[in-house]
């Protein structure tokens, strides 16, 4: 299992991790690195131990990198993966999930009969992508348990502790959205929808009704769901608010992050967002909610070093490295956009591509500023902004 997913079953917290937020397609730009470029899978544990998966898109690979394997000859516990719908996005990890290839895994998946596909439609989905000549084995190669289950919109079923609730969500080809309700919290996933449907528009506020955590689409803005991309089937952070609001749930999570939105365009939006309402996060990958701690709050972690950058737009640091003529360099500079991968340096020396850089950089903590020293390589370097200087992007590799 991913991380503390074996031993969460001593804590009475529900935690929610995001492995994948951005949508339809994923991501490798540098200017997305913040927010992150795997396209949408969250992982849910409940306080009783059960471990939940939403959608399976290209995070799922990255969390199954972190699967732990089970002492000699025992088995994982089963785990509960459920498809909102088989649009490439969310679909596309399965294949690259490791523990699928692992016989002491057992999972259970959940998703709709898709009416192009008829019954046991996951399962055809699962065959069909991995069908020659797409993928170099098939699906028998997979020697995990598996069993398939057929969800409706208006179904509910219990799960260990905890009540699950489908409901269908306005989306091409359809889509559904879970409602998890936890001893530690409530949790509502709805992507991929788009207002403006009355009937489904009553089940996405069913959905979200009272929820601790709402998680909805917000792929654009509020403008291009009006005009440009009305009918693609997604929604805006204005949206989410509304429903947010009229459905009393606590917080929302800005998740689905459109394939051309920067992070900086993304912050942007979180930024309108939290003038309209209260409690608002942007799903960003390597977050983690936290709910059902002792003073009844839920907490959120962000990755150090994306926590740090929301404190503080740049910071000083001393940069290491071999330059394109061979000679080592150091030099005090300023960095730019850090993610968790990797982040911007502006630096006078030009450092030679794919050349190994050292960066310690000054960060603020809880405890006062500490310093980060982090190992990373050069994939590219340009013009910078100021004259004399190099704009570079480094890769962190620890
Ligand atoms: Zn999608
Ligand atoms: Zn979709």
């Known amino acids: 299992m991913s991380g503390s997913a074996h031993n969460s079953a001593n804590s009475l917290v529900t935690k929610l991790s995001f492995w994948g937020v951005r949508g339809s397609t ?14 949408p899978c969250l992982e849910l544990t409940a306080p009783d131990g ?13 969390l199954g990198s972190r699967w732990t394997v089970p002492a ?20 596309q990890g399965i294949p690259f999930f490791s523990p699928l290839y692992a016989e002491s895994n057992e999972f259970h998946f959940y998703s709709f009969r898709s009416k192009h596909l008829g019954r046991d439609s996951l399962k055809q989905v699962f065959e069909t992508q991995m069908a020659m000549p797409y993928f170099p084995v098939n699906m028998s190669a997979m020697a995990a348990k598996k069993s398939f289950m057929e969800v409706s919109g208006g179904d509910s079923f219990t799960i260990g502790e905890n009540k699950i609730i489908a409901r269908h969500l306005n989306h091409p080809q359809g889509c559904l959205g879970f409602r ?13 929808n788009e207002p ?11 959905l979200a009704a009272n929820a601790d955590i709402f998680i909805n689409d917000a792929q654009y803005t509020p403008e291009q769901l009006e005009v440009s991309r009305k009918g693609w089937g997604h929604s805006s952070w204005r949206e989410g608010v509304k429903v947010a609001r009229h459905a009393g749930a606590k917080t929302l999570v800005l998740f689905h992050h459109d394939p051309d939105s920067t992070d900086r365009m993304v912050d942007g939006l979180l930024r309108q967002a939290r003038e309209e309402f209260d409690s608002v996060f942007a799903a960003s990958e390597g977050m983690v909610i936290t709910l059902g701690s002792a003073d009844g709050k839920f907490e959120a972690h962000l990755p150090e070093t994306r926590t740090a ?41 030009a450092p030679r591509l794919q050349s190994e850089l050292q960066v310690t950089m000054e960060t603020p903590g809880a405890e006062g500023t500490k310093s980060m020293k982090l190992r990373g390589y050069v994939v590219r ?16 590799t620890e």
């Open 26 to 39: 994923p991501t490798v730009d540098p200017a997305t690195w913040r927010y992150g470029g795997n396209t």
């Open 50 to 62: 059960t471990q939940f998966i939403l959608d399976c898109g290209t995070g799922l690979r990255v």
């Open 72 to 91: 000699s000859s025992g088995r994982n516990p089963k785990t509960h993966i459920f498809v909102t719908h088989y649009h490439w996005d969310h679909i």
């Open 180 to 192: 998890i309700e936890t001893p530690g919290g409530i949790i509502a996933y709805a992507t991929d």
């Open 196 to 206: 403006g449907d009355p009937k489904l528009d009553v089940e996405l506020h069913a």
């Open 309 to 349: 950058m929301r404190r503080e737009a740049q910071f000083r640091a001393r940069v290491c490295g071999i330059t394109e003529g061979g000679h080592p360099f150091e030099e005090e500079t300023v960095v730019r956009d850090v993610a968790l991968q990797g982040a911007m340096v502006s630096l006078v020396h």
């Open 381 to 396: 370097v340009e013009a910078g902004e100021q004259k004399g200087c190099s704009s570079v992007g480094v890769v962190f």
